[in-house]
């Protein structure tokens, strides 16, 4: 009998050790609908290429840090997008609150920083940001803006949301767009085709931004500013001058933030807007700039656009489908959809000719975003008009990889031999995202080798 129990306990264990090998391991990148950050980093965000204005973090001297690397990093990826980011950040202090400050206070210390600042740099403009040690140790920050107001001169705006205790980094970015908007912008008479976009998107040097920029130009619009974060404090006033309000937004982006944001400034300056759509994706881009096209009354402008662009895709495709075209491919997914949406995946994918041999669901997926994630490739398939494609689910993905040649995935895949180009966190926007897109799969298919590499676009 023991013998017996022997044998089918290592009989078990050896089918879980296969079964645990055939399963995938993906690198996680998060798993939550709200991020855990803090508010002071948005408020610095809001204002950081301002010309004119100051931040102070009044916080510990390792709040203030942590804002400096996170620019740092927006700095290396647009060097990376082969970007000169040509405008330089406004200053940025902390009190740098210390232990005794947690038992006496920091009133002192904030004064203190104000004064440095004032004599230092002079600024049109000071914003102050509360981190969680002044929150906690209950420092009146509001009354300390007002009276530095009253002895400078100058506007001192206070964001009290202190660090963590009041929200996260969105929270603190928008409440600074709206106490500025509420501080310093009236309702004007329009310019004439100058637009404001409106959202941050790596800045004017990133993509979405350039892009953006290259096809308005089509229709003789000008961008004249983008809001908040990249406007000088002197032109604060004029914003409301715009004909055209942009976001910069994608679908699954949280809606309480920009969507609202751009609806207020909308509703309270009589901007017309455009966004109940956004130029991410080819299909998305197409219907963006039909709304553009109808805000200038000029339609068969749109079309005209549409076609220019389209032909620009079909004549890249034809120089790439000699590696691309019946290229098995396999479409890995773990993000939801407030994060992707497949469709635009599998649509660069029939554009190349690539053969689809399978979508895999990674196990990272909630139930509801797994149901929500396999309704959107069924309708794609429908559209599409193609025969059943295999939906895997189960965790069971080797032998499906093995026969690929390229795996386009959301979610790193270490230790695999497969090679992986990594969709972007962040979607690509207008006619040259689909390109770059197609230009870095393709790259990864010339990669001398049958197997292993990563791509990120």
């Known amino acids: 009998m023991k013998n017996r129990q022997m044998k089918d306990k290592t009989k078990m264990a050896n089918e879980n050790k296969k079964e645990q090998k055939n399963k995938l391991a993906t690198k996680w990148l998060f798993t939550k609908n709200k991020s855990c950050s803090c508010t002071m980093p948005g408020v610095w965000r809001a204002v950081s290429f301002c010309d004119g204005c100051v931040v102070i973090f009044h916080s510990p001297l390792g709040c203030a840090h942590v804002a400096t690397l996170m620019d740092l990093g927006a700095q290396y990826r647009i060097i990376g997008d082969h970007q000169n980011e040509n405008i330089d950040a406004v200053p940025l202090l902390s009190s740098n609150l210390q232990e005794k400050d947690s038992i006496f206070g920091g009133v002192e210390k904030l004064r203190g920083c104000i004064a440095h600042v004032m004599k230092t740099w002079q600024p049109k403009c000071l914003i102050i940001a509360t981190s969680c040690v002044a929150g906690v140790i ?94 000088p404090f002197a032109e604060w006033s004029e914003l409301s001058t715009a004909s055209l309000l942009i976001p910069l937004n994608y679908a699954g982006q949280t ?81 939801g959809p407030r994060w992707y949406n497949p469709a635009e995946t599998l649509n660069t994918m029939q554009r190349m000719q690539m053969e689809l041999s399978a979508v895999i669901l990674y196990d990272k997926l909630t139930d509801e975003e797994r149901d929500a994630v396999i309704a959107a490739v069924e309708d794609w398939k429908k559209s599409a008009k193609l025969p059943d494609i295999p939906l895997i689910a189960d965790g069971n993905y080797t032998d499906c990889l093995e026969q690929a040649d390229v795996l386009l995935t959301t979610d790193e895949l270490p230790d695999n031999p497969v090679k992986q ?37």
Do not use: H
């Open 138 to 231: 209950g420092d009146d920050v509001e009354q300390e803006a007002e009276d530095a107001e009253a002895e400078y001169g100058i506007p001192v705006l206070c964001v009290p949301y202190g660090g963590f205790l009041g929200g996260e980094y969105s929270d603190g970015y928008f409440q600074t767009v709206r106490l500025i908007m509420d501080r310093f912008i009236q309702p004007q008479p329009k310019v004439p085709g100058r637009v404001l976009l409106f959202g941050d998107q790596m800045g004017p040097c990133g993509q979405y931004a350039r892009e953006v920029k290259r096809l308005l130009a089509y229709f003789e619009l000008d961008v004249k500013w983008q809001f908040p974060g990249y406007v």
């Open 255 to 335: 809606q309480g933030g920009l969507e609202k944001t751009a609806a207020a400034w909308a509703e309270r300056f009589g901007t017309p807007s455009i966004r109940d759509v956004y130029p991410v994706g080819w299909q998305n881009t197409c219907t963006w700039l039909r709304k553009i096209a109808e805000f200038v009354k000029d339609e068969a402008k749109g079309e005209t656009v549409i076609r220019q662009e389209e032909e620009r895709l079909k004549e890249y495709v034809k120089t790439i489908l000699p590696v691309t075209q019946n290229k098995k491919s396999v479409l890995g997914i773990g993000r």
């Open 421 to 457: 180009f990594f969709i972007p966190m962040v979607p690509l926007a207008g006619t040259d995202g689909e390109l770059i897109v197609m230009r870095t799969i393709y790259r990864l298919l010339c990669r001398y080798g049958n197997k292993g590499g990563i791509a990120y676009a």
